[in-house]
């Protein structure tokens, strides 16, 4: 698979994240701080994002060592997203609905590039046990 097919998928599976995470922060911002709604809708739609980016981007195999490694990965796209939101909502007056969109986009490139490292670098003998065989034999 070319990287132009790697860039599209990752693409496509990141408007699927921004949505999943988007409602998540819609309804938990119901009920919470804007930030704190950020934070647990980030956290629970990475988990989606790694099987998506695992299976549908890069067309691998979940392992443990790849699913520990991954929010690793995504720790400068929470920076970024998380100083992007408070700069727009709090210093730029940006509406709190709105502002986490905007914030997103420009931390697309960094995400790319460190989760193909991830989804992409070698395995060790030790970490080629993939989660679904895993979860399976239990």
């Not at 132009?4 to 998928?9: D, N, P």
């Not at 709090?90 to 790319?112: H, Q, R």
Request: proline share 5%.
């Amino acid at each position: 698979m070319t990287v132009t097919w790697q860039i599209l998928r990752f693409t496509l599976v990141g408007a699927v994240n921004t949505g999943t995470y988007y409602a998540l922060y819609i309804l938990l911002g119901l009920r919470l701080p804007y930030l704190a709604a950020h934070v647990l809708a980030f956290a629970l739609s990475m988990i989606g994002s790694f099987f998506l980016t695992t299976y549908f981007t890069y067309r691998t195999r979940p392992t443990w060592r790849k699913f520990l490694l991954f929010p690793l990965t995504n720790a400068a796209n929470f920076t970024i997203t998380t100083a992007g939101v408070y700069i727009l909502v709090d210093l730029l007056s940006i509406n709190p609905t709105y502002a986490p969109l905007i914030a997103a986009a420009s931390a697309i490139p960094i995400t790319f590039l460190l989760s193909r490292t991830i989804m992409l670098g070698p395995d060790t003998t030790r970490t080629r046990e993939s989660l679904t065989e895993t979860v399976a034999s239990k």
